[in-house]
C-alpha cells in the first residue's frame, strides 16, 4: 500500500500542494517519497529514501516548478527502500515519469522483455515496467492517451497509476485496476490521489475510479474511460461530507475496523506473491533437519496454524516456538541443518530478532515472513517473503494476521508439491480454495457483522469467556481470546477443547460463554462431544459452525453462521474475522478505544 498524489493547476505551484497532500496518506506508506513536476515540457524529479517532511526539506520540494505534478510516498513491496526504488519511476529518455501503488504480478516477464528491446532498468521496482511500455508505445507513434491503455492492457495485478509526460503538460494521466484511486476537482484545477484525506484540503467533489477506468485530467475537467476500449464513462463528482479524521479512516470510526474490512484486499495481494520466492523458502524448508516457527503474540498464532499446514500438506512436522522462549528451549540443539522460518509483520520484534540473530550465529538457515520491506527481518534473512499488506496502523493486528496464514497456506502448499506428498488432485483442489480466500472473507464481513454487533451487546459485560477449537482451530481461538484480550482487557482464556477436561473446566459455571470454534473437517465431530461438556455445567455456548449444521447450531445459544465448503485448514482465515469483530465491538461498547489499547505497542523492539 503506498499512496498517490498528483494536481494540474491553473496558477501556482503543484509541489507545495502535492507535499501536503503526501503527508496526508503518510500512513498508506512512509519509507521514500518522491514528486515529479512538469515546467516547460521538462520534468523535475526528486525523490529520496525517508520520511516526507524530511525528504521534502532536505530536497526543497516546495520549490519545484510547474502547476502540474504528481508525487508518490512508499510502503515498499518488491526492492528495499532506497533513492533509487522511489516513485517517481521514468523511462530511458526521462520523458514520461509515473506513480504506481499496487502490486504488478507479470512484471519479472514485462522486464525481460523490455530489456531485451534495449530499456534500461535502474531500480528493482515492479512499476519500472509501467514507463517503459509507455514509451514502447510512444515509440511506435501513440498519442499519450493510447499510449497509456496500450501499456496498462499489458500489466497483471493490482495498480493505481498516475502518470506525466514531458510532451503533453495540459494533463496529468490515470488508471486504476485493484487499488483505489480518486480524482477531485476545484475552482483552481483536478487532483488525483489515493484516498480523501489527500483531497479535502482542495476540494469535497470527487469520483472514484472503478476498475478497469482510466482518467485524464486537465486544470478545468476530467475524463474517465474505459481501459478495454477507451470508450467514455459518465460519472458526475459526489459531494464528500466526511470530517479529516473519518476521511483518514475512510469513514471508519477506527483503523481497526476499517483495517478488518481491508481483509479481503490485504489477501487478494496476499496472493499475488512471486512464486519464485516461495519456490526459494519452500526448498530451503524442505531441507531442514529440524524447522522451527518463530515468532511473537499473534505472528506466533499464525506459525501455529501454519505448523498443521506443513504437517496435513507437506508432511513435514515443524516446530512453532514463541520467539522468547527459543533460545531456552531449543537453543542448545541448533545448528547448520536448523531452518528458523521467523514470521514478524513489523520485522523488527525484539524477541523474534534475537531468536534468529542466536540461529544465525550458529549457522542455522534463516527465513522470513514479514510486512514491511528493509526491516531487519529482511535483512538477516537468507530468503523472505513479504506479505504485501500496507501498514497496519490499529495496535492489534488484523489484516496482517490473516494475510500472515494465507502466505504460510501457499508456501505450505508449494512445499506438498515439491515433495510430492499428496495427490495432484489434492493440491488443485486447495490451490482453487486458495483462492476463494478473499471472496469467502468478504462474504463472512458481509454476512455476520450485524450479528456479530448484537453478540457484542449481549456479552460486553461479561468477566470471563473461554475460547476452545480443535486441531488448527485451536490456532484461532487463541487468537480471537488475544484480539479479545488486549483491546477489551477482559479476563479470558483459549485452549484446544481435548485439553479443556485436564484443568480449565474448573472454573466454568453458570453462564459464562465459551466460544468455539466449530468448521466442517476432521475434528468437527470431536467438537460436540466438548460443547456437550460444557453445556452440562451451564456455560453458554457461541459457535461459529459452518450453514446448515444444525446439530451444532441446536447445542449453541447463539451462533454465527459460515460459509459452506471452506477447507479445515484454511479455516482460520475466515473464522478469525467475526472474533476481531466482536473484540472490537464489545471494547466500543465498553467505552473503550481499539485503536490505543493500554501498555501495548505496535512493534515491541525493546526485551
Ligand atoms: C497482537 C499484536 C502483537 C504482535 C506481536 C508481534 O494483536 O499485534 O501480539 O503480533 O507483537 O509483532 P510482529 O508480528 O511485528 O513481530
Given at each position: 500500500m503506498c499512496g498517490i498524489f498528483g494536481c494540474i493547476l491553473r496558477r501556482g505551484l503543484a509541489a507545495p500542494l502535492i507535499h501536503k497532500g503526501l503527508k496526508r496518506l503518510e500512513y498508506r506508506g512512509y519509507d521514500s517519497v518522491g514528486v515529479a513536476t512538469l515546467d516547460g515540457g521538462v520534468l523535475h524529479i526528486r525523490k529520496d529514501a525517508g520520511k516526507i517532511d524530511e525528504v521534502a526539506e532536505r530536497l526543497s520540494f516546495d520549490e519545484m516548478p510547474g502547476a502540474v505534478g504528481v508525487g508518490h510516498t512508499r510502503w515498499a513491496t518488491?526492492?528495499?527502500?532506497?533513492?533509487?526504488?522511489?516513485?517517481?519511476?521514468?523511462?530511458?529518455?526521462?520523458?514520461?515519469?509515473?506513480?504506481?501503488?499496487?502490486?504488478?504480478?507479470?512484471?519479472?516477464?514485462?522486464?525481460?522483455?523490455?530489456?531485451?528491446?534495449?530499456?534500461?532498468?535502474?531500480?528493482?521496482?515492479?512499476?519500472?515496467?509501467?514507463?517503459?511500455?509507455?514509451?514502447?508505445?510512444?515509440?511506435?507513434?501513440?498519442?499519450?492517451?493510447?499510449?497509456?491503455?496500450?501499456?496498462?492492457?499489458?500489466?497483471?495485478?493490482?495498480?493505481?497509476?498516475?502518470?506525466?509526460?514531458?510532451?503533453?503538460?495540459?494533463?496529468?494521466?490515470?488508471?486504476?485496476n485493484e487499488s483505489p484511486l480518486i480524482i477531485g476537482l476545484s475552482e483552481d484545477g483536478a487532483y488525483c490521489a489515493s484516498d480523501i484525506p489527500a483531497m479535502l484540503p482542495y476540494t469535497r467533489m470527487v469520483a472514484w475510479l472503478r476498475n478497469g477506468e482510466a482518467a485524464i485530467l486537465s486544470a478545468g475537467g476530467y475524463e474517465i474511460i474505459r481501459i478495454s476500449d477507451g470508450s467514455r464513462v459518465d460519472r458526475p463528482l459526489t459531494e464528500i461530507s466526511w470530517s479529516l479524521k473519518m476521511a483518514e479512516r475512510q469513514g471508519y470510526p477506527h483503523f481497526m475496523l476499517k483495517e478488518i474490512y481491508e481483509q479481503p484486499q490485504s489477501l487478494r495481494n496476499a496472493l499475488r506473491l512471486q512464486k519464485t520466492y516461495l519456490d526459494l523458502l519452500a526448498a530451503f524448508l524442505d531441507r531442514g533437519r529440524e524447522i522451527f516457527l518463530v515468532a511473537a503474540g499473534t505472528s506466533y498464532h499464525a506459525c501455529l496454524a501454519a505448523s498443521y499446514m506443513f504437517s496435513k500438506l507437506a508432511r513435514l512436522t515443524t516446530y512453532p516456538v514463541i520467539?522468547?522462549?527459543?533460545?531456552?528451549?531449543?537453543?542448545?540443539?541448533?545448528?547448520?541443518?536448523?531452518?528458523?522460518?521467523?514470521?514478524?509483520?513489523?520485522?523488527?520484534?525484539?524477541?523474534?530478532?534475537?531468536?534468529?540473530?542466536?540461529?544465525?550465529?550458529?549457522?542455522?538457515?534463516?527465513?522470513?515472513?514479514?510486512?514491511?520491506?528493509?526491516?531487519?527481518?529482511?535483512?538477516?534473512?537468507?530468503?523472505?517473503?513479504?506479505?504485501?499488506?500496507?501498514?497496519?496502523?490499529?495496535?492489534?493486528?488484523?489484516?496482517?494476521?490473516?494475510?500472515?496464514?494465507?502466505?504460510?497456506?501457499?508456501?505450505?502448499?508449494?512445499?506438498?508439491?515439491?515433495?510430492?506428498?499428496?495427490?495432484?488432485?489434492?493440491?488443485?483442489?486447495?490451490?482453487?480454495?486458495?483462492?476463494?480466500?478473499?471472496?469467502?472473507?468478504?462474504?463472512?464481513?458481509?454476512?455476520?457483522?450485524?450479528?456479530?454487533?448484537?453478540?457484542?451487546?449481549?456479552?460486553?459485560?461479561?468477566?470471563?469467556?473461554?475460547?476452545?477449537?480443535?486441531?488448527?482451530?485451536?490456532?484461532?481461538?487463541?487468537?480471537?481470546?488475544?484480539?479479545?484480550?488486549?483491546?477489551?482487557?477482559?479476563?479470558?482464556?483459549?485452549?484446544?477443547?481435548?485439553?479443556?477436561?485436564?484443568?480449565?473446566?474448573?472454573?466454568?459455571?453458570?453462564?459464562?460463554?465459551?466460544?468455539?470454534?466449530?468448521?466442517?473437517?476432521?475434528?468437527?465431530?470431536?467438537?460436540?462431544?466438548?460443547?456437550?461438556?460444557?453445556?452440562?455445567?451451564?456455560?453458554?455456548?457461541?459457535?461459529?459452525?459452518?450453514?446448515?449444521?444444525?446439530?451444532?447450531?441446536?447445542?449453541?445459544?447463539?451462533?454465527?453462521?459460515?460459509?459452506?465448503?471452506?477447507?479445515?485448514?484454511?479455516?482460520?482465515?475466515?473464522?478469525?474475522?467475526?472474533?476481531?469483530?466482536l473484540a472490537y465491538h464489545i471494547a466500543v461498547k465498553r467505552g473503550l478505544d481499539p485503536d490505543k489499547p493500554r501498555n501495548l505497542a505496535k512493534s515491541v523492539t525493546v526485551p
Open positions: 518488491h526492492g528495499a527502500p532506497t533513492m533509487v526504488n522511489a516513485h517517481p519511476h521514468v523511462d530511458c529518455g526521462g520523458v514520461v515519469a509515473v506513480v504506481h501503488n499496487g502490486v504488478i504480478e507479470n512484471f519479472q516477464e514485462l522486464r525481460r522483455e523490455l530489456e531485451e528491446g534495449g530499456h534500461r532498468f535502474v531500480s528493482k521496482t515492479d512499476t519500472e515496467v509501467i514507463p517503459h511500455l509507455i514509451e514502447e508505445e510512444l515509440k511506435k507513434g501513440a498519442q499519450p492517451r493510447e499510449a497509456l491503455l496500450r501499456a496498462v492492457r499489458r500489466l497483471r495485478g493490482s495498480y493505481a497509476i498516475a502518470v506525466l509526460f514531458a510532451s503533453d503538460p495540459e494533463h496529468i494521466y490515470c488508471a486504476r520467539a522468547s522462549e527459543f533460545i531456552e528451549r531449543y537453543g542448545s540443539s541448533i545448528g547448520i541443518d536448523s531452518v528458523i522460518l521467523a514470521v514478524s509483520q513489523s520485522g523488527e520484534t525484539y524477541d523474534t530478532l534475537k531468536a534468529v540473530e542466536y540461529a544465525r550465529m550458529r549457522a542455522a538457515t534463516i527465513l522470513g515472513v514479514t510486512n514491511t520491506v528493509g526491516s531487519t527481518l529482511t535483512r538477516v534473512s537468507r530468503a523472505y517473503i513479504v506479505q504485501q499488506s500496507g501498514p497496519e496502523i490499529g495496535v492489534a493486528a488484523t489484516k496482517t494476521f490473516t494475510a500472515q496464514l494465507l502466505v504460510l497456506a501457499q508456501l505450505a502448499l508449494r512445499l506438498a508439491r515439491m515433495r510430492g506428498k499428496i495427490s495432484q488432485d489434492e493440491i488443485d483442489e486447495f490451490q482453487e480454495k486458495l483462492l476463494e480466500i478473499p471472496s469467502i472473507v468478504e462474504e463472512v464481513l458481509n454476512r455476520s457483522a450485524s450479528r456479530v454487533e448484537e453478540l457484542a451487546e449481549k456479552y460486553k459485560d461479561e468477566k470471563l469467556f473461554l475460547f476452545l477449537g480443535r486441531g488448527i482451530s485451536s490456532a484461532t481461538a487463541l487468537e480471537g481470546r488475544l484480539k479479545l484480550l488486549e483491546i477489551t482487557y477482559i479476563p479470558s482464556l483459549a485452549y484446544p477443547a481435548g485439553e479443556s477436561k485436564h484443568g480449565p473446566i474448573s472454573i466454568v459455571e453458570e453462564d459464562v460463554p465459551c466460544i468455539f470454534l466449530c468448521p466442517r473437517g476432521e475434528t468437527r465431530r470431536d467438537i460436540v462431544g466438548s460443547i456437550m461438556e460444557m453445556k452440562a455445567r451451564g456455560a453458554k455456548i457461541i459457535t461459529l459452525c459452518e450453514e446448515g449444521d444444525e446439530e451444532v447450531k441446536e447445542l449453541s445459544d447463539d451462533y454465527i453462521e459460515m460459509p459452506k465448503g471452506i477447507p479445515e485448514l484454511l479455516s482460520p482465515i475466515p473464522y478469525v474475522v467475526p472474533l476481531q469483530l
